[in-house]
């Protein structure tokens, strides 16, 4: 089990405030919805960057100069805005053959990803330039912030200038944008209709791998609204801001090379709030609600519709709060 | 039918501990049809379980640095509380004589700041009867080989003390081991230590897997910027071997393993790096890597009744079963599953 997660109060009444908490929703629905809405869109507006990526930075090699080098940037900024908006999707394609991590190897707290590419720049590591090598290397060589460093880091300047010893850089970086467009388009593909994911998603039955009934999907999809929320506020914003500005380490920020950590975050959070369709959501969340109401989630009742969205890695103590309110602990004794 | 054929057809219980969506620990016995079969709620959180040889009951181990342990009937029998004595704390982990009448288990001496084995009577209330060197600091998982007689402890070379939290107080000089001893005697029968340059991959987890061989998985706490591989094999007599994963996977791993397991027919061993949601794979006679399973938070690993199939528990919720060949069936659940899992029956 990774960090403790003590609930937030509005995931409790998210679960057991409401009166039609145990009316079943329409799964499919939501699942549709969230795959036609925007995780296909979302995919598909990824392809579009990244194709657009591996051209521009194709052309910088060809041609470098200042405007050349623009433009590849501009491309990674769409492209890091398109990937921001699935980036809370961990489930599907994207979890297979370590695309993620392929595709954006971060947090990397201590710096081993950027350690790498500045090992394979020094040594000018052939490999790396050629997509079709570069994707059994190392994850950390072959996605986005490593493209960040070679666009935006120490000695990208030269890449707006034709010296023959700046070719490598150039190489290293089209190779990592033809392997980020591979891994995106590899991706759409596998959520396109028919495709083996979206009937698992759409239609899933008791015998399937990822899902056994429709309301997994949506339970697939709350953990996505709330790891995403969660993401933002513990990794992108806790960690760099620490909580002083003594312990703040604004270098542990997403993207900080590009100035693009906060499109980032705000992409992440678009798409949580899109994950999942307004009537999955309860329209208000009650205040104060007595805790006896706390018993519409006992452990007889494992549905999706019932389940506590883990929101809050609060450093408080659970017991505290489980005293203060008098909550009933679902487990059986 | 006999009973080792008929398992295959009944499915499998499993124990491990967990914690709800409202900060609430518990272990429990499940299946993946009918769920909880038993649950337990814990003071804090838990750990490893163990099951007593038989098979009638199962014990739950208090996290690191806490106290508690409880020994949880399979039928309808009450549960039996124990707890370290006031200057130890359990690791986590804990085994059973092959007899089911004594429980061992990692403890930490921090007034000393070494490690030791409680031993306990299960057929006494689990009385504490006595206590043997760990020969190592930090000793965390722990097994018996087929004998029945040689303990495998993985020290994992840490010094910690309760009264500062969970903070590591001598990583430049750790030394982490493999031990072997003789649980009648406590004696030391073999000591394994990592090479020099190895000595921050500190040794945590282990499975004990066909012939006695040992797999053990680690977490590395030296410099910056390395990713050494972290997944080793050892046999009595032999130096430890230790075995890299692809270089596209090493990094995925975040040089951190979380449990290991072997699984029924004890030829291929789990190894699970749950900050990268990765589960690898190992084939034991080849001391090869096969392949990943992907799971975020995918830490505990039990056997099933079939070769080569794993129980995978993950914190984000997601109960699995899983081929050492990657291919995974996922059942949700409602808690948030701590690193181990055991198979009770």
Redesign the interface.
């Known amino acids: 089990?990774?960090p403790?997660?003590?609930?937030l109060l509005a995931?409790?009444l998210l679960c057991a405030g409401l009166p039609s908490a145990h009316a079943e929703a329409d799964h499919g629905a939501i699942a549709r919805a969230a795959l036609d809405n925007v995780i296909r869109p979302g995919y598909d507006a990824l392809t579009v960057s990244t194709g657009r990526l591996k051209d521009k930075a194709e052309a910088l090699c060809a041609a470098p100069s200042a405007a050349a080098l623009t433009d590849a940037k501009e491309a990674f900024a769409a492209t890091v805005e398109s990937w921001s908006k699935v980036e809370i999707f961990?489930f599907g394609p994207i979890?297979?053959e370590?695309r993620y991590?392929?595709m954006f190897?971060w947090p990397d707290p201590?710096?081993?990803?950027l350690?790498?590419v500045k090992a394979a720049l020094a040594k000018n590591d052939e490999t790396v330039t050629q997509a079709d090598m570069l994707?059994?290397?190392?994850?950390?060589l072959q996605g986005l912030p490593a493209l960040e460093y070679l666009l935006y880091g120490d000695g990208a300047e030269t890449l707006a200038r034709g010296d023959p010893e700046v070719g490598f850089r150039c190489s290293f970086a089209a190779s990592v944008a033809t392997n980020v467009d591979r891994i995106a388009r590899g991706v759409a593909e596998e959520w396109r209709d028919g495709a083996e994911y979206s009937k698992l998603f759409l239609s899933p039955g008791p015998d399937?791998?990822?899902?056994?009934a429709p309301?997994?999907v949506t339970?697939e999809l709350y953990?996505a609204f709330t790891?995403g929320i969660e993401l933002v506020r513990d990794q992108k914003l806790g960690k760099p801001l620490g909580t002083s500005a003594e312990t703040a380490r604004p270098r542990l920020a997403a993207f900080w090379r590009s100035g693009l950590t906060f499109p980032n975050m705000v992409g992440n959070l678009e798409a949580s709030a899109r994950s999942l369709p307004r009537a999955a959501l309860p329209a208000s969340l009650p205040r104060n609600r007595p805790a006896s109401n706390s018993r519409s989630c006992s452990?007889s009742t494992?549905s999706?519709t019932c389940?506590?969205?883990?929101m809050s890695r609060s450093p408080r103590?659970?017991?505290i709060?489980?005293s203060a309110t008098n909550?009933k602990?679902?487990?059986?004794? | 039918m006999p009973e080792s054929l008929a398992a295959a057809f009944v499915p499998e219980c499993f124990a491990a501990a967990r914690m709800d969506d409202r900060g609430i620990f518990s272990a429990a016995m499940f299946d993946l049809e009918r769920g909880d079969l038993r649950a337990v709620e814990l003071p804090a959180r838990g750990h490893d379980v163990a099951l007593r040889p038989g098979g009638k009951e199962w014990v739950a181990f208090a996290r690191r640095p806490g106290r508690f342990g409880v020994a949880v009937p399979v039928g309808s029998g009450e549960p039996v509380w124990f707890a370290a004595k006031p200057d130890r704390h359990f690791f986590g982990h804990g085994v059973f004589s092959a007899d089911g009448r004594l429980l061992y288990t990692t403890e930490n001496d921090y007034g000393r700041g070494l490690g030791v084995i409680g031993v306990r009577d299960a057929s006494a209330g689990y009385r504490q009867i006595g206590e043997f060197p760990g020969y190592g600091i930090g000793p965390h998982d722990l097994a018996l080989l087929s004998d029945g007689r040689t303990m495998v402890i993985a020290n994992g070379g840490i010094l910690t003390h309760p009264d500062s939290a969970r903070e590591e107080l001598n990583i430049p000089t750790m030394q982490p081991s493999l031990v072997y001893v003789d649980i009648e005697t406590g004696d030391l029968l073999e000591e394994q230590k990592l090479a020099a340059d190895l000595h921050q991959l500190s040794i945590r987890h282990l499975a004990v897997a066909q012939n006695d061989t040992v797999v053990f998985g680690c977490q590395f706490h030296g410099p910056d910027g390395e990713t050494p591989p972290l997944i080793g094999f050892h046999a009595r007599g032999e130096k430890p071997v230790i075995v890299p994963t692809p270089a596209a996977t090493q990094l995925s791993l975040r040089n951190y393993i979380g449990s290991v397991t072997a699984d029924a027919a004890g030829g291929i061993v789990a190894a699970s790096a749950p900050k990268g949601g990765l589960v690898t794979y190992w084939d034991v006679a080849a001391r090869r890597f096969l392949g990943t399973s992907e799971l975020g938070d995918g830490c505990g690993l039990a056997p099933t009744h079939h070769s080569a199939s794993f129980l995978l528990t993950s914190g984000d919720g997601w109960l699995a079963t899983a081929q050492a060949d990657g291919s995974l069936w996922r059942h949700p659940s409602r808690y948030h599953w701590d690193n181990h899992a055991i198979l009770v029956r």
């Open positions: 089990m990774g403790m997660r003590p609930l995931a409790v961990r979890n297979k370590h991590e392929r190897y201590k710096g081993i990803g350690r790498q994707v059994g290397k190392s994850v950390a399937d791998p990822l899902y056994r309301k997994d339970l953990k790891s452990t494992v999706s389940f506590v969205p883990p103590p659970c017991a709060r489980h909550w602990p679902c487990v059986s004794r």
